[in-house]
């Protein structure tokens, strides 16, 4: 998995998706998702907005390196400090990330809100046992996440960062119930309430 981008300082949830303007955009999904992350400084260059792309190697707008890792099927996390998603309950901050491929937020510590609204759209929630492992995370970095397959309440993700020929092994905890947990399986909280109710017969009923 790529890291899209390494956020340096405070991460808001106006700085995952922007308002102002955008707010229009708010019907339609893959158009708001092009303010996605552009407020957020990228610790590579401690730019707003710019960051490499792995695959070409070329710098460019956050959204358009997200949108072609998903063309490309690449997975993609972005990586925080503390208190991230903190501001207002905008929703959009956690559907935009999963809409444009991305599979987990790690972060030092999240503002409780955006970490739920993360769960409810199937995005993995996760926080470094020791936030100084944060530093240890470069935007170059290949994560692994080993034992998802066996996630559960409780019990940390054991999780590999490679860096140039060398690797780092660490621990990420996470909140997620058994519940939530289904909710990543499935994709997100309405994926799972579809599956459940076409498991009951009344699928795409009208």
């Known amino acids: 998995m790529l890291v899209l981008i390494k956020i340096k300082g405070k991460c808001t949830t106006d700085h995952i998706s ?70 207002s309950s905008r929703e959009h901050a956690a559907l935009e990330p999963r809409h444009l491929g991305g599979v987990a937020i790690i972060v030092k510590s ?9 769960k409810k759209q199937g995005m993995l929630a996760l926080t470094f046992a020791n936030p100084g492992d944060y530093d240890k995370v470069q935007p170059s970095s290949k994560i692994s996440l080993l034992n998802l397959k066996d996630l559960a309440p409780g019990k940390p993700v ?14 990420l905890n996470h ?21 459940i109710a076409a498991a009951k017969g009344g699928g795409e009923k009208k």
């Not at 229009?24 to 092009?34: F, M, P």
């Not at 909140?175 to 599956?195: C, R, T, V, Y």
């Open 110 to 118: 999240f503002a409780r809100i955006h970490e739920t609204n993360l």
């Open 18 to 87: 922007a308002a102002g303007p955008w707010l229009k955009y708010r019907g339609h999904l893959d158009n708001i998702s092009n303010n996605m992350f552009i407020g957020a400084v990228n610790a590579e260059n401690d730019e707003m907005n710019k960051v490499k792309n792995q695959k070409s190697g070329q710098f460019d707008a956050v959204p358009a390196v997200a949108r072609d890792y998903k063309a490309n099927k690449m997975k993609w996390c972005a990586v925080g400090e503390e208190n991230y998603g903190e501001g």
């Open 158 to 171: 054991d999780c590999e960062i490679k860096n140039n020929g060398g690797s780092d092994k660490i621990q």
């Open 175 to 195: 909140s997620l119930n058994d519940q939530q947990i289904k909710w990543f399986q499935a994709g997100s909280a309405l994926n799972l309430m579809k599956e």
